[in-house]
């Protein structure tokens, strides 16, 4: 027999201790962290927008503002040093000879404005899609569609010695300290970040440079790039041309012995 008190629908339930379910404990926590992660965003943001914070821009950005502010930096330069060879012209007690050699040096030396017929490259990326064009070419590799240092390296080297008399590589003069430098797929040139398409302009004599630019054994092997994998290449006469001098600092700067 059973008892009645066991009996369903009679009696009083025996009474059970109340123990708290997993579930309900990790929701809380969740609550918890969640409510603690918004007052620390609250907190550091002060009212401003954290997500804008330079800390947490990305590195390429930063790179093309530093690239903006050299940019600046070099116009207010050479406004400055127009001011300052303005105010030595005044005070100037130096002969005509000696002027002529000074404006000579100036020349060469890259500073002063340039004008005469000239020949262009421009050089681009592949299409990111691009297959071997011709057979008997493996797939290309990204490495293969993108251009390098040495093919712009090339390009100026083969316009100086074809004779050319001063080069621009996009909006800057070239000097005998340029360094043309690639990072990645892009290209740093005197503290300012270019991309894709490069173009390079030198002035001289238009059928000569050509013909250099033809010739040389490393724009040879990139032309195999260009016409198997579609990099871009593209040269023209652009007639009569002014090269900006160049604006930035002619100071060296060198390691020395600690002594």
Excluded at 232 to 255: F, M, N, Q
């Amino acid at each position: 027999m059973s008892n009645s008190a066991d009996s369903p629908g009679t009696g009083s339930r025996p009474a059970r201790s109340r123990r708290l379910r997993p579930v309900r404990v990790l929701t809380a926590a969740v609550f918890a962290l969640a409510g603690l992660i918004f007052f620390t965003s609250f907190d550091t943001a002060k009212g401003t927008n954290i997500r804008t914070d330079a800390s947490l821009l990305k590195l390429s950005d930063l790179i093309q503002a530093r690239s903006r502010g050299n940019g600046g930096l070099d116009e207010t330069n050479a406004a400055l040093r127009r001011d300052i060879e303005s105010l030595a012209e005044r005070d100037d007690g130096s002969t005509a000879a000696e002027d002529d050699r000074l404006a000579a040096l100036e020349e060469r030396a890259g500073t002063q404005k340039l004008t005469g017929e000239a020949v262009s490259v421009t050089l681009d990326d592949a299409p990111p899609d691009a297959t071997a064009k011709l057979p008997g070419y493996p797939e290309p590799q990204p490495d293969y569609l993108v251009i390098h240092q040495q093919d712009l390296q090339a390009v100026v080297n083969a316009l100086w010695e074809g004779g050319a008399e001063g080069i621009k590589v996009m909006d800057q003069r070239l000097i005998s300290t340029s360094a043309v430098r690639c990072v990645g797929n892009t290209l740093i040139l005197q503290g300012r970040v270019y991309s894709p398409p490069y173009r390079i302009t030198a002035v001289g004599d238009p059928e000569k440079l050509k013909k250099v630019l033809a010739a040389a054994p490393a724009i040879q092997n990139y032309m195999v790039y260009v016409n198997v994998y579609g990099l871009g290449w593209k040269v023209e006469e652009d007639g009569t041309v002014t090269l900006p001098g160049y604006s930035g600092t002619v100071d060296l700067h060198y390691a020395e012995p600690v002594e």
